[in-house]
C-alpha cells in the first residue's frame, strides 16, 4: 500500500457540488476542494490507489461533470488546441512522406536513414499529448484524419503527374520519377503510421489506467519506445524491400529505433509543459465558464 506525503484525503462534502475533504500533513491543516479542481492540481499525484479511485468514482459519477471525453463538453480553447495539435499532426506526416523517399548517411554514427527520421518521432509526442488530454478515442480520430489528408495529397500529385507537360520543360520526367517514388513509398508510411501510432495511443491509456494516471514518465516512454520499434520495422521492410539489401535494411531500423528512442526521452519535457499549459490556460477557462453559469 503506497503511503501518504503531503496529503490525504479524509472524506467529502455536498452542498451545491460534491467537494473534497483534504488534510495537508505537516500541518494538519483541513481544505474542502471541489472534485473538478482537486482533479486538475497536483494534489492527487500524492494520494493512494484507494483516494484515487474514491474521487474518480464521485467525479465521474455526478452528471454534472464536465468530462475531456465528450466532444460537446470540450470548450473554445479545448477546440482550438486540438485543432493545431490535429493539423500538426497532418503536416509532419506529409513531410515525412515526402522526405522518406530519399536515403541519407550519417557519417560519424554511420547511420542510414531517410530525412523523415528527424521529423517523424515529433507525431508520437502529438499523439501523446492528445492521448493524456483528450482520450484515446479522440487521438485516433487525429490519427485517421492525418492519414486520410495524406492519401489525399499524395492522390492529387498522382493525379497532376498525369497531365502531359511541355515538352521544353526539363522537369517532366524528374516530376514524374518523383511521385512515383513517393507512391511506392506511400504503403509502407501509411501501415507503419497506422499500426504503430495506435499502438502507441492504446499502450499510453492502458499504462495509464494500470498507474491511475500517476507516473507520465513512464507511460510516455514506454508506449513511443515499443511503438517506434514497431514503425522502423515496418517502414523499413516495406519500402525498400527488393530496392536496398537487407543488411543496409537492418542498418536503417538500428539508425531509425536509436534517433526515435533519443526522441522519446527528450519528448517527456514538452509533454511535462504542456500539462501545465492545459492546466492554466485550457482548464482555466472551464473553471471560469462552469463559475460564470453558476452565478446566472
Given at each position: 500500500?503506497?503511503?501518504?506525503?503531503?496529503?490525504?484525503?479524509?472524506g467529502?462534502?455536498?452542498?451545491?457540488?460534491?467537494?473534497?475533504?483534504?488534510?495537508v500533513?505537516?500541518?494538519?491543516?483541513?481544505?474542502?476542494?471541489?472534485?473538478?479542481?482537486?482533479?486538475?492540481?497536483?494534489?492527487t499525484?500524492?494520494?493512494?490507489?484507494?483516494?484515487?479511485?474514491?474521487?474518480?468514482?464521485?467525479?465521474?459519477?455526478?452528471?454534472?461533470?464536465?468530462?475531456?471525453?465528450?466532444?460537446?463538453?470540450?470548450?473554445?480553447?479545448?477546440?482550438?488546441?486540438?485543432?493545431?495539435?490535429?493539423?500538426?499532426?497532418?503536416?509532419?506526416?506529409?513531410l515525412?512522406?515526402?522526405?522518406?523517399?530519399?536515403?541519407?548517411?550519417?557519417?560519424?554514427?554511420?547511420?542510414?536513414?531517410?530525412?523523415?527520421?528527424?521529423?517523424?518521432?515529433l507525431?508520437?509526442?502529438?499523439?501523446?499529448?492528445?492521448?493524456?488530454?483528450?482520450?484515446?478515442r479522440?487521438?485516433?480520430?487525429?490519427?485517421?484524419?492525418?492519414?486520410?489528408?495524406?492519401?489525399?495529397?499524395?492522390s492529387?500529385?498522382w493525379?497532376?503527374?498525369?497531365?502531359?507537360?511541355?515538352?521544353?520543360?526539363?522537369?517532366?520526367?524528374?516530376?514524374?520519377?518523383?511521385?512515383?517514388?513517393i507512391?511506392?513509398?506511400?504503403?509502407?508510411?501509411?501501415?507503419?503510421?497506422l499500426?504503430?501510432?495506435?499502438?502507441n495511443s492504446?499502450?499510453?491509456?492502458?499504462?495509464?489506467?494500470?498507474?491511475?494516471?500517476?507516473?507520465?514518465?513512464?507511460?510516455v516512454?514506454?508506449?513511443?519506445?515499443?511503438?517506434?520499434?514497431?514503425?522502423?520495422?515496418i517502414?523499413?521492410?516495406?519500402?525498400?524491400?527488393?530496392?536496398?539489401?537487407?543488411?543496409?535494411?537492418?542498418?536503417m531500423?538500428m539508425s531509425?529505433?536509436?534517433?526515435?528512442?533519443?526522441?522519446?526521452?527528450?519528448?517527456?519535457?514538452p509533454?511535462?509543459?504542456?500539462?501545465?499549459?492545459?492546466?492554466?490556460?485550457?482548464?482555466?477557462?472551464?473553471?471560469?465558464?462552469?463559475?460564470?453559469?453558476?452565478?446566472?
Amino acid at each position: 500500500m503506497e503511503h501518504n506525503k503531503k496529503y490525504k484525503l479524509l472524506g467529502f462534502s455536498r452542498s451545491n457540488v460534491i467537494t473534497a475533504n483534504v488534510m495537508v500533513l505537516a500541518t494538519g491543516k483541513h481544505m474542502s476542494i471541489s472534485l473538478q479542481e482537486l482533479e486538475n492540481s497536483t494534489i492527487t499525484d500524492d494520494f493512494n490507489r484507494n483516494e484515487l479511485k474514491a474521487i474518480y468514482r464521485r467525479l465521474y459519477g455526478d452528471t454534472n461533470t464536465t468530462t475531456s471525453y465528450d466532444l460537446g463538453d470540450r470548450h473554445e480553447r479545448s477546440w482550438y488546441a486540438y485543432l493545431i495539435i490535429n493539423l500538426a499532426l497532418s503536416v509532419i506526416y506529409i513531410l515525412c512522406t515526402v522526405s522518406g523517399i530519399k536515403p541519407i548517411t550519417i557519417p560519424f554514427f554511420n547511420f542510414i536513414a531517410p530525412p523523415a527520421i528527424f521529423f517523424y518521432p515529433l507525431t508520437f509526442i502529438l499523439v501523446d499529448i492528445l492521448n493524456e488530454f483528450f482520450g484515446l478515442r479522440m487521438a485516433r480520430r487525429a490519427i485517421f484524419t492525418s492519414f486520410i489528408a495524406n492519401i489525399v495529397f499524395v492522390s492529387g500529385l498522382w493525379i497532376s503527374s498525369l497531365f502531359p507537360g511541355l515538352d521544353e520543360w526539363e522537369l517532366n520526367k524528374s516530376y514524374g520519377a518523383f511521385v512515383e517514388s513517393i507512391i511506392a513509398v506511400l504503403f509502407a508510411s501509411s501501415a507503419a503510421y497506422l499500426v504503430s501510432e495506435n499502438v502507441n495511443s492504446w499502450l499510453l491509456c492502458k499504462i495509464k489506467e494500470l498507474t491511475n494516471s500517476r507516473y507520465l514518465f513512464i507511460r510516455v516512454i514506454t508506449s513511443t519506445v515499443v511503438a517506434s520499434a514497431i514503425d522502423s520495422v515496418i517502414f523499413c521492410t516495406l519500402a525498400f524491400y527488393n530496392v536496398l539489401s537487407m543488411d543496409t535494411i537492418k542498418i536503417m531500423i538500428m539508425s531509425q529505433f536509436i534517433i526515435k528512442l533519443i526522441y522519446a526521452v527528450v519528448g517527456v519535457g514538452p509533454i511535462y509543459a504542456t500539462r501545465e499549459l492545459f492546466r492554466r490556460y485550457i482548464n482555466a477557462e472551464v473553471r471560469k465558464t462552469e463559475r460564470n453559469a453558476y452565478e446566472s
